[in-house]
């Protein structure tokens, strides 16, 4: 059972209290002096207590066993709010006792299991309390607690329903927090960036370039990669170029295109420069903040880049996702996600909301040697264009490990800041397409699934069933509501501080390709949102009975000729989750044994690079470059995959009856993360093992199925 809670969960906790209706609770100051004793808050008018349940985030009336068993045992445990409590150092919360009384005046103990500081509510410690399994259908208690043997006050709490109880204490009054608490902004709208501030950050950005005789191209993008404005200073460069380290082509030099993947492709620079800014807005959130320098790191062959027999990158194919030929991405970013350093997210009071990207050099690549620690004028101009704007510390991208490696975040460290140029006197121009703006309204609405909170898109919500048959809308929502449960209780990979759980997007899909649901868990990186519809789709399809077939009629006949070399046919007798798929997309196969040949859907190495990757970019090759310059098309002619296949961990299949129905996609966190989080989600909904992936063995090695990480829950 979980005994301790990182932080931030305790943050997004009480940011939680907020949308069930208590926000005036907190904003509001009660009379009676706060002396040294305890006190345990209250609603502003009554002594029922702020409280809710501290794993699924649900509130009172509470039962004392929990419905799903998240540890040794199913006993509740409750959040409560407390003030004037603050351990002292070296105290643990052994310090701490807890009661409650029932309507026949029988006291029981609870034994409190964590007491922490709420994150920027210094005033405010959570206590979290383990239900006395003798409580049953109580109605109303009266709880308290004990610091040092000092009580506090008494507040209601309902248990398996409310009302009844004890009377209220003799004098006790509500006990609501005090005047003016500072709440964080909901992490998950798409910012609050005014049309100064973005002015701010280009009129900065311009600044320096032209301090250091550099001219650029300058992006911002809000939380949710909508363009909040694109200036271009005189003299830079219009055109950028592709080079991800494969053989340079030599472009048309009209269209700019080239007859292999994307290697040498010249496009105009601002769509580098907004890509790089959304990437690090749709990267970032209040638990990590990355840049494309630290997507580079993460998406190359090699984990460390350039470090042979290592295997790929952990999130290797993001590149080819939020694209602008997605149906589920929208706004997407016109290149997709990017791995060209020169960017950074942006910041308000800890708060993410949007990213800043610069392009200027003329070439959009990604760091092929990350040991040389080189520093691109473009980061040092992103790095100077955050002035007032900066990351938190503890959650930029270097103090994260991903197994056992540090991630990068910027190489610059200098921050210039000569003199700013007033805006309107700026060397340059606003582009006419892209003009100053504040903030989007988000795309996201706040929803409540499982018990969990966190939004959806009214597109995909309320959850559907299938048309074709298969999945309910009930099915839906029991698959959706296990996963975002079992999120809710997996402890973090990307996230700070330690101890966090992961935050995902959530999606179920038909056979079809057809989005039933989607869902995103509060505060998770929005880059998921499409992602986890890529992952879901393509375990759906690689796990069909037609997908050869439709491969081949797709034009991509050449890699069902390599997968029917190795023994795989593609024709439904297998469920393949998209760990599988990607093991099969690898350069070197297995993953990372360089000199081995590529497995059957990728590039063999001597022509592979981050935009020449195989199947999954010549699926999209063609109605991408569509899409780029404004053609409205999916990203593939395979009607089940309108936004592409993804190639990295997080997806499972759902069997009814043995009958494939669908697929879950995960994304947000690690891999590993991703993968059990899909699997606690495909439980009841699961393949045979028999015709699991991991019951197949290409060239004398077994595929991989899912992989589950070491010690996963909180």
């Known amino acids: 059972m979980i005994t301790r809670r990182s932080t931030l969960r305790i943050a997004l906790a009480f940011a939680m209290l907020l949308a069930f209706g208590f926000g005036s609770v907190f904003r509001q100051s009660h009379s009676t002096a706060q002396g040294t004793s305890p006190i345990l808050f209250s609603h502003e008018d009554s002594t029922r207590a702020i409280v809710i349940d501290s794993v699924t985030s649900t509130r009172e009336p509470f ?107 003799a004098g006790a009054v509500p006990t609501p927090a ?234 610059a460290t200098q921050v210039l800041n000569p003199p700013t140029i007033a805006f309107a006197s700026l060397p340059g121009a606003i582009d006419p397409l892209f003009p100053i703006r504040a903030a989007q309204p988000s795309a996201f609405t706040s929803v409540t699934v499982g018990g969990i909170n966190g939004e959806a898109d009214p597109r995909f919500y309320p959850f559907i069933g299938s048309s074709s048959g298969g999945l309910t809308a009930t099915d839906v929502d029991t698959i959706i509501s296990h996963a975002a449960q079992q999120a809710n209780i997996t402890r973090a990979a990307i996230r700070q501080p330690l101890g966090s759980n992961a935050r995902v997007s959530i999606a179920v899909v038909d056979t079809t390709g057809r989005v039933l649901g989607l869902f995103r868990q509060q505060d998770a990186p929005v880059f998921g949102f499409d992602v986890s519809v890529q992952k879901a789709r393509t375990a759906a399809f690689y796990s069909s009975a037609g997908a050869a077939a439709a491969l081949r009629a797709a034009g991509m006949g050449s890699y069902v000729d390599r997968a029917l070399a190795d023994g795989l046919h593609l024709d439904g007798a297998f469920a393949f989750t998209d760990r599988a798929g990607g093991f099969l997309h690898r350069p070197f196969f297995p993953d990372g044994l360089n000199p081995n040949p590529a497995g059957p859907f990728s590039t063999e190495i001597a022509q592979w690079s981050v935009f020449n990757v195989g199947l999954q970019l010549d699926l999209i090759k063609t109605n991408l470059q569509a899409a780029i310059v404004g053609a409205s098309v999916p990203c593939t002619s395979i009607p089940s995959l309108p936004n592409g296949i993804q190639i990295f961990p997080g997806s499972v299949p759902l069997y009814k009856n043995g009958v494939l129905v669908g697929a879950i996609g995960i994304s947000g966190d690690g891999v590993d993360q991703d993968d059990i989080i899909s699997a606690g989600g495909g439980n009841g909904f699961s393949p045979a093992p028999a015709i699991r992936s991991d019951q197949i063995f290409v060239r004398g090695v077994r595929l991989p199925f899912l992989k589950f990480p070491r010690s996963p829950n909180l």
């Open 63 to 169: 039962s004392v066993f929990a419905p799903v068993a998240f540890g040794t045992d199913q006993s509740t445990r409750l959040m409560l709010f407390a003030g004037n409590l603050h351990l002292q150092m070296g105290e643990t919360t052994a310090a701490i006792t807890a009661d409650a009384e029932d309507e026949a005046h029988h006291i029981f103990p609870l034994q409190v299991e964590h007491a922490g500081p709420v994150p920027n509510q210094d005033w405010a410690t959570a206590v979290i309390v383990r239900l006395s399994d003798d409580l049953a259908d109580a109605g109303d208690v009266l709880v308290r607690v004990y610091y040092h043997n000092v009580a506090s006050n008494r507040v209601r709490v309902g248990i398996g329903h409310t009302g009844g109880g004890p009377p209220d204490d």
């Open 178 to 411: 005090p005047l003016g608490v500072n709440f964080p902004i909901n992490p998950v709208t798409a910012g609050t960036l005014t049309t100064t501030e973005v002015q701010t950050i280009i009129a900065q950005a311009v600044s320096v370039a032209a301090s250091i005789n550099k001219a650029v191209t300058v992006a911002v993008t809000d939380r949710e990669g909508n363009v909040l404005g694109v200036f271009a200073m005189t003299g830079a460069p219009s055109l950028m170029q592709f080079r991800g380290g494969g053989p340079l082509q030599t472009p048309d030099p009209i269209t700019g295109l080239v007859p292999v993947g994307l290697e040498g492709t010249k496009l105009p620079s601002k769509l580098g420069a907004i890509s790089k800014a959304g990437t690090s807005s749709l990267f970032s959130t209040s638990g990590n903040a990355f840049t494309t320098r630290t997507a580079s790191f993460i998406i190359q062959e090699h984990f460390p880049p350039g470090v042979a027999f290592q295997g790929g990158g952990p999130l290797f194919g993001v590149q080819f996702s939020s694209l602008p030929c997605s149906d589920i991405k929208q706004p997407p970013l016109p290149l997709g996600l990017s791995g060209d350093p020169g960017s950074m997210p942006i910041y308000k009071n800890g708060i993410a909301q949007g990213g800043v990207g610069i392009e200027g050099d003329g070439v959009y690549g990604v760091d092929r040697d990350p040991s040389d620690f080189d520093v691109p004028f473009e980061e040092l101009i992103a790095l100077s264009a955050v002035r007032g704007f900066e990351t938190p510390p503890l959650i930029r991208g270097d103090n994260i490990l991903a197994n056992g490696i540090r991630l990068p975040f910027i190489n």
